[in-house]
């Protein structure tokens, strides 16, 4: 069977009540047939439910479903993204280890690292996301554990080559740890380059519609072990009904993609030929750095677009403010089209310096493009393109 069947069939095994639709596990605690069973389930020698921090079956349903989506062994779900980020570092690194990063990050990920492991004595090195393959070898160091990065990136869009980088882990041992969100299983999988661990924000394209957070890191058996031991006496549990509205999502998961895809690009296109535009910002526009890159390891160019706009602040709050359907808001991988001003929101906490380097202006915006009628939302980033000039104009 192709992944899209299995995604949608993979589920819990049927009760007595022979339920088409898969049901929801909302319980914290699972009972033991005898204290014999109970010993057994506690030393491993069984295996089985104890109790919903450690596991669930509507949980395991929706990491089963993404490693069949990612092609991996093995996952573990926590209850939002930045846990994920955060387990499949720390729940792996030690004091004295030092790991190579992409400096083109999200904002919590880059204080992750920056502000809280490094407290541990866990030191870092910085790349630029299109630096040589020589230059992240020369980076490797005798105590580097991990490589870990975003393609494409939060919020830049800017891309890693995910086979240069599995080259480099394989030659020196290293941990390839990738955070999939923007691009989602239905458009790139890490694993077919050599990736160890791939991290999701479920909050995102995985639920699809603003509903539930969620996390989730698949990956090779040996280091998901690892996690599920971090996980299960740190506690960043996910919730069995997220989980099970999740997995329900991640059934329509490719369908919503081709249409956020095709959206996506037909948005940016239009706007890259706006003259009141400065930039646009998609990885499969012909006019993006890592194009042929991007044509190489996506299907399909992800429902993030970036744009650039001249005047500072005052012009990014005049566009959205001229703006009629497009939702304000932080978040994005939602049905509804989203935008934000990284500058002010998600990078807010970053120094001048960091934003700089990761070609964060004041006049930036990103778009998560959602589904409505393209026509309707090239119609109204237009429109508000043109108001927030007019108004630059008058002041």
Same mark, same amino acid.
């Given at each position: 069977?192709?992944?899209q069947?299995?995604?949608?069939r993979?589920?819990?095994?049927?009760?007595q009540?022979?339920?088409?639709?898969?049901?929801?596990?909302?319980?914290s605690?699972?009972?033991?047939e005898?204290?014999?069973?109970g010993?057994?389930l506690?030393?491993?020698s069984?295996?089985?439910n104890i109790y919903?921090?450690f596991?669930?079956?509507?949980v395991?349903e929706?990491?089963d479903?993404?490693?069949?989506?990612?092609?991996?062994?093995?996952?573990?779900?926590?209850?939002?993204g930045?846990a994920?980020v955060?387990?499949s570092?720390?729940?792996?690194?030690?004091?004295?280890?030092?790991?190579?990063?992409?400096r083109s990050?999200?904002?919590?990920?880059?204080?992750?690292?920056t502000q809280?492991?490094?407290?541990?004595?866990?030191?870092?090195?910085?790349?630029d996301?299109?630096?040589?393959?020589?230059?992240?070898?020369?980076a490797?160091?005798?105590?580097t554990r991990m490589?870990?990065?975003?393609? %494409?990136? /939060?919020p830049?869009?800017d891309?890693?080559? &995910? @086979?240069?980088?599995?080259?480099i882990c394989k =030659? #020196?041992?290293?941990?390839?740890?990738v955070?999939?969100c923007?691009?989602?299983?239905a458009?790139?999988?890490?694993s077919?380059?050599?990736a160890?661990l791939?991290?999701?924000?479920?909050?995102?394209w995985m639920?699809g519609q603003g509903?539930?957070?969620g996390?989730v890191?698949?990956?090779?058996?040996?280091y998901?072990?690892e996690?599920?031991?971090f996980?299960r006496?740190?506690?960043?549990?996910?919730? %069995?009904? /997220?989980?099970?509205?999740l997995?329900?999502s &991640? @059934?329509?998961?490719?369908?919503?993609m081709? =249409? #956020?895809v095709?959206?996506?690009?037909?948005?940016a296109?239009?706007?890259?030929q706006?003259p009141?535009?400065?930039?646009?910002k998609?990885?499969?526009?012909e006019?993006?750095p890592q194009?042929e890159?991007a044509?190489?390891?996506?299907?399909g160019?992800?429902?993030?677009?970036?744009?650039?706009?001249?005047?500072?602040?005052?012009?990014v709050?005049?566009?959205?403010?001229?703006?009629?359907?497009?939702?304000l808001?932080s978040?994005?991988?939602?049905?509804?089209?989203?935008v934000?001003?990284?500058?002010?929101t998600t990078h807010?906490?970053?120094k001048?310096?960091?934003?700089?380097?990761?070609?964060?202006?004041?006049?930036?915006?990103?778009?998560?493009?959602?589904?409505e009628?393209?026509d309707?939302l090239?119609e109204?980033?237009?429109?508000a393109?043109?108001?927030s000039?007019?108004?630059?104009i008058?002041?």
């Amino acid at each position: 069977m192709k992944k899209q069947t299995k995604a949608i069939r993979t589920q819990t095994k049927k009760s007595q009540y022979r339920e088409h639709s898969t049901p929801l596990f909302l319980t914290s605690s699972f009972t033991f047939e005898s204290a014999e069973q109970g010993k057994a389930l506690f030393d491993e020698s069984e295996e089985g439910n104890i109790y919903s921090r450690f596991s669930n079956p509507s949980v395991q349903e929706f990491v089963d479903k993404v490693c069949v989506l990612e092609d991996c062994e093995d996952g573990v779900a926590t209850a939002t993204g930045m846990a994920a980020v955060f387990a499949s570092i720390a729940g792996l690194l030690k004091t004295g280890d030092h790991l190579i990063a992409s400096r083109s990050l999200f904002g919590s990920a880059h204080q992750i690292i920056t502000q809280i492991v490094s407290k541990w004595g866990i030191t870092h090195t910085y790349l630029d996301a299109d630096a040589s393959e020589e230059a992240w070898e020369a980076a490797v160091q005798p105590n580097t554990r991990m490589i870990y990065l975003e393609t %494409p990136s /939060n919020p830049g869009l800017d891309l890693v080559d &995910l @086979e240069m980088i599995g080259r480099i882990c394989k =030659k #020196h041992n290293l941990i390839f740890n990738v955070d999939n969100c923007f691009a989602s299983p239905a458009l790139q999988n890490p694993s077919d380059f050599g990736a160890d661990l791939i991290v999701h924000s479920a909050t995102k394209w995985m639920d699809g519609q603003g509903r539930v957070l969620g996390g989730v890191v698949v990956g090779k058996k040996q280091y998901i072990k690892e996690l599920r031991f971090f996980c299960r006496q740190t506690g960043p549990s996910m919730s %069995p009904f /997220n989980a099970w509205v999740l997995s329900k999502s &991640l @059934e329509t998961l490719n369908l919503r993609m081709e =249409k #956020h895809v095709s959206n996506a690009l037909k948005l940016a296109a239009a706007l890259d030929q706006h003259p009141d535009v400065k930039q646009v910002k998609y990885p499969f526009l012909e006019s993006h750095p890592q194009y042929e890159l991007a044509k190489k390891q996506m299907s399909g160019g992800g429902a993030i677009v970036t744009i650039e706009l001249e005047g500072g602040f005052e012009r990014v709050s005049g566009f959205m403010s001229a703006l009629k359907i497009a939702s304000l808001s932080s978040n994005l991988g939602d049905t509804r089209t989203i935008v934000t001003n990284p500058n002010t929101t998600t990078h807010a906490k970053l120094k001048p310096e960091e934003k700089q380097l990761l070609g964060i202006t004041e006049g930036l915006i990103r778009i998560s493009v959602g589904l409505e009628d393209v026509d309707d939302l090239i119609e109204d980033f237009t429109q508000a393109v043109e108001v927030s000039v007019k108004s630059d104009i008058l002041e």
